[in-house]
């Protein structure tokens, strides 16, 4: 049997915890006209709980409906393979009284916990229920999801989380906002340990923004999905700005502006066939190595086009997506946060078959240049790789650190240190290709091998320096250039020599700090080889409670 596309759902039997599926009707039978007994009674009790449950009908789930919105199993069936999912204290309710409470029931008080499967591997998952008390969260609620988090960290199994809730509920007071500190430390506890995604699919307003806040990937569904601390009502009343839901907190602010998202599907569909597909390069928990998925693409392939990827100029932009989609099984890439610090591009790919972590400069944006968002979106990708066994794959194009005040004065030092961090903490096999340039400080950065690379190659285009020709030569020979007769063949003749002699990759070459420079279209067979020997790796780490990384 061969193993579901990316995608692809897979049909298992149902569980009793299910909505039972339409199918062919049954033959009719003479009625049994004989008293219940009193176990079937029971049954019958039972039976007509699950029901009202299931099946509930009230304006609060007659108005989402006739919308097309779908409710919180709808979306769980979407997300898992077919029939896997197995509910869990469904009968649950909430215990507050009075302020209407009392006449009006909240069937799974708000939440749907449980577990299923993704692709035949065991998830947790939990869904916001808006037709509940608009999903808001109190002490049962909390205590549901307390439940299903801690069913995931002792079985080393991922845990997806459905957002859409309208906050705290208001009359249960501090027995609310106690719940979700406890989800907030079970999330820390869950952290490095097993995977973690959120999905936005409707609002995620106030303290509950820190729940998706605390996990690994967060989706957001476009023209749906919104996060806040403080909404535009309590904007408007301490500040005075005048700014609406979208602009506050919609996913395009939470993808491009802010870096809170890490995926902005289109629609719920895309949403759940974006969270399967991720959690396909992704192990089950940090004690496992990611799934190694058969590929056809020859680990042996060469590429002519990579020959020339690279313009002659260094001055000249490239997309980097190219090179990425080249090297990787089947040209597939899962970008990570796309619209984010486009200097720098994330994302998870395979390399025969082994799922790598991608870190790439972007020429094309800032010329690849590292900023603080850069820096910030950089560091957290490849602390997750190292945590979760996912080797990192580095391409460098980096003509340094991004210049001017408004860097300097937003922490560009403590931000870019956060970079240095991640990548010398990191012991997952760690390989380096350097397409062009890799100047200055970012060399210390991009995976070098001082940094404890396992391999690094270069392109005879890389040019490793402390700083680029130009620069170089306006700092080296700035009295001789002043008293030249003609300045600007001078300085063409010392640009040359100094590219001759330094912007090259063999003086590292030479000394070892690059391993081997190759011709780009050998990169992909070479890269794979070397992660074979890799992946057996074992690296130790000095005895601590934990680094203290500059936050």
Known sequence: ????????????????????????????????LRPASAGEQKLDQLRKRRHDVLHRDSEATRKPRAQGRADARDRI????????????????????TGLGRDERPAPGDGVVVGFGAIDGRDVAVYAFDPTVL?????????????????????????????????????HEGVAALAGYADIFY???????????????????????????????????????????????????????????????????????RSGVAHFLPADEP????????????LPSSNAEAPPVRPTGDDPERADPELQTLVPGDPNLPYD???????????????????????????????????????????????????????????????????????PILSLVDVPGYLPGTAQEHGGIIRHGAKLLYAY??????????????????????????????????AWPSAEIAVMGPEAAVGVLHRRELAGASDPAARRA????????????????????????????????????????????KRAERPDRKHGNIPL
């Not at 039997?13 to 009719?28: F, I, K, M, N, V």
């Not at 077919?82 to 009968?91: I, N, P, Y």
């Not at 949403?271 to 396909?280: E, I, K, M, N």
């Not at 990759?505 to 081997?516: C, K, L, W």
Request: aromatic content about 6%; overall charge negative; hydrophobic content about 40%.
């Open 1 to 32: 049997m061969t193993d579901p596309a990316d995608g692809e759902r897979r049909p298992e039997a149902l569980s009793p915890a299910r909505r039972t599926p339409p199918g062919p009707a049954p033959e009719a039978q003479p009625p049994d």
């Open 77 to 96: 069936d979407a997300l898992l393979d077919l029939g896997s999912f197995v509910e869990l204290d469904m009968f649950a309710t909430a215990r507050a």
């Open 134 to 170: 608009g999903g808001s969260l109190g002490e049962v609620t909390a205590e549901k999801i307390v439940k299903v988090q801690e069913l995931a960290l002792r079985n080393r199994i991922p845990i997806i989380g459905i957002n859409d809730s309208s906050g705290a509920r208001i």
């Open 186 to 256: 079970r999330h820390v506890r869950s952290s490095g340990v097993v995977p973690q995604l959120s999905v936005i699919a409707g609002p995620c307003t106030g303290g509950a923004a820190y729940s998706p806040a605390l996990t690994d990937f967060i989706f957001v569904v476009a023209g749906a999905g919104r996060m806040f601390i403080s909404g535009p009502e309590l904007v408007r009343a301490t500040t005075g700005e005048e700014v609406g839901f979208d602009e506050l907190g919609g996913g395009e602010v939470l993808s491009a």
């Open 270 to 281: 895309e949403c759940w066939a974006g969270v399967r597909r991720l959690l396909s390069h």
């Open 320 to 390: 980097m997506h190219e090179v990425v989609t080249r090297l990787l099984d089947d040209r597939e890439f899962l970008e990570v946060q796309p619209f984010f610090a486009r200097n720098l591009l994330a994302g998870f790919g395979r390399l025969d078959g082994h799922t790598v972590g991608v870190v790439g400069n972007q020429p094309r944006v800032l010329a690849g240049a590292i900023d603080i968002d850069a820096s910030t979106k950089a560091a957290r990708f490849i602390r997750f790789c190292d945590a979760f066994n996912v």
């Open 424 to 457: 010398a903490e990191a012991t997952v096999p760690k390989l380096a290709v350097v397409t062009r340039k890799d100047y200055g400080g970012a060399y210390c950065v991009m995976s070098p091998k001082q940094m404890g690379a396992d391999l690094n190659l």
């Open 493 to 536: 003749e010392l640009v040359a020599d100094y590219t001759a002699r330094f912007a090259n990759p063999y003086v590292a070459a030479e000394r070892g700090y690059v391993d081997d420079v190759v011709e780009p279209r050998q990169t992909r067979r070479e890269l794979i080889r070397a992660l074979r020997l890799c992946l057996r």
